[in-house]
């Protein structure tokens, strides 16, 4: 009965693995630009709770920068599950996992009152009700210059994308 049940197993461990790894294997510049916005996200959200423990409370103006540019985000998180596999558990897992590299690559920096002002100032900015999606990438293009992708870029030819 065990091995009938580790044979029915091997199938859909094989197809839960086939998507996600295939989907990682190559990023594009879309997918580039989406896991810098999301590298963004995660550098804000970790800086705002590492400079609350240096007594800067940035909270309300990460709040507002999520509220108001909630588009650009939602947008770069579905790109992101697009090149994880889509949104099936097995590719929901990879892209978790991922998640918690970029998140504890950034959790690992040190803190200082400089670069907690600086994100306090990127916050308040961003967190402007008229901020435009091409700012937010701006910001982040500036700020994470080479976003932690898990995979090799794509060759693109000048006659493509």
Not at 52 to 66: G, I, P, V, Y
Not at 85 to 100: D, E, F, L, P, W
Not at 102 to 120: A, G, K, P
Request: with cysteine.
């Amino acid at each position: 009965m065990k091995r009938n049940a580790t044979l029915c197993l091997l199938p859909l461990a094989a197809m839960a693995a086939s998507p996600v790894q295939s989907a990682t294997t190559c990023w594009d510049d879309d997918a580039v630009g989406a896991a810098r916005v999301m590298e963004f996200q995660i550098a804000m959200m970790i800086a705002t709770l590492r400079c609350t423990a240096l007594n800067m409370n940035m909270e309300a103006d990460f709040k507002r920068f999520a509220d108001n540019n909630k588009t650009v985000l939602k947008e770069a998180d579905t790109r992101l599950k697009k090149q994880f596999g889509g949104t099936g558990k097995a590719s929901h897992i990879v892209y978790q996992n991922y998640q918690t590299r970029v998140s504890n690559q950034h959790s690992n920096r040190d803190s200082t009152i400089q670069t907690c002002t600086l994100f306090r100032e990127v916050a308040s900015e961003l967190g402007k009700s008229e901020t435009s999606a091409a700012t937010v990438v701006s910001f982040a293009n500036a700020l994470v210059p080479e976003p932690w992708i898990d995979g090799t870029r794509c060759v693109q030819t000048a006659g493509t994308k």
